[in-house]
């Protein structure tokens, strides 16, 4: 097949964090954005996203390594992340996609939430660990668009609390749309395990008209917390995801929602 130049989406994430870090068999170009670089030592890390800004919701995260004897790369490398708001008084984390590498693309790929904005209230950084060193990104989390809720958090009738990003679409469109939804549980201010194995249905709604759309399909799981369905957008403006969460035929959730606006 004619090698082809794609833009890597989360959905491509989503087939390689399954897939356990398996390479794609061709080669993939992608547009990245340097975000923030740090060193300790002689290790630099450089993260890069899709945008120029990271936001409150579910960003998309490359992540670079190099120390002095070149650029670190590989399945045997472990890297990992982890998020923190320092509040002044306080400080919580938020849930992530730990990286895997791709060889193709040179890059470590995995995901992070952001639930809040910086400013004021407190200031963000991601912790990025390669071969047991810890290196401090500083970083600038925008608020989400007006009138629009990427990232909600809700608890359970089994005393846990969900919390529940969108992944996709991250460009809505007239017509049937890829929806991928993240699920984490928050055990406490500093752990977010990926929740798996759930029963979800979705219903769209588009509150200034008053009406929802027909031809949906429920998520259903796909692993490490991630779960993919389609949703149709009848029109553009507002628009309600409500998902009710479910294990069994136990409601543990009965509305939990995203808003967008496209």
């Known amino acids: 097949m004619k090698t082809q130049h794609l833009f890597f989406s989360a959905v491509t994430l989503l087939f390689l964090l399954v897939s356990c870090g398996k390479d794609s068999p061709e080669p993939i170009t992608i547009d990245k954005i340097k975000i923030a670089e740090?060193?300790?030592?002689?290790?630099?890390?450089?993260?890069?996203?899709?945008?120029?800004?990271?936001?409150?919701?579910?960003?998309?995260?490359?992540?670079?390594a190099e120390d002095a004897q070149g650029k670190i790369g590989g399945a045997g490398t472990n890297v990992t992340v982890h998020t923190l708001m320092d509040m002044h008084t306080m400080e919580h984390s938020s849930p992530v996609v730990q990286p895997i590498y791709d060889l193709t693309l040179g890059l470590y790929l995995g995901g992070a939430v952001f639930t809040m904005p910086s400013g004021d209230m407190g200031s963000w950084?991601?912790?990025?660990?390669?071969?047991?060193?810890?290196?401090?990104?500083?970083?600038?989390?925008?608020?989400?668009?007006?009138?629009?809720?990427p990232v909600g958090s809700y608890m359970g009738t089994d005393g846990k609390r969900y919390v529940i990003s969108l992944v996709e679409p991250r460009t809505p469109k007239t017509g049937i749309n890829d929806l991928l939804i993240l699920i984490n549980e928050q055990e406490n201010m500093h752990s977010f395990p990926a929740v798996d194995q759930l029963n979800i249905e979705l219903e769209p709604e588009m509150p200034s008209m008053g009406h929802g759309s027909p031809n949906n399909q429920d998520p259903v799981g796909m692993g490490k917390g991630f779960y993919k369905g389609k949703v149709n957008f009848?029109?553009?403006?507002?628009?309600?995801?409500?998902?009710?969460?479910?294990?069994?035929?136990?409601?543990?959730?009965?509305?939990?929602?995203?808003?967008?606006?496209?």
């Open 234 to 262: 009848t029109m553009t403006g507002d628009w309600r995801l409500h998902f009710k969460l479910k294990q069994g035929e136990s409601v543990l959730v009965e509305d939990a929602f995203l808003d967008l606006i496209f």
């Open 38 to 64: 740090a060193s300790k030592g002689d290790l630099k890390v450089t993260l890069y996203a899709d945008k120029d800004k990271l936001s409150v919701g579910f960003n998309q995260l490359y992540i670079a």
């Open 125 to 149: 950084k991601l912790s990025v660990e390669v071969k047991g060193t810890s290196v401090d990104l500083d970083l600038d989390i925008h608020p989400a668009p007006a009138n629009t809720k």
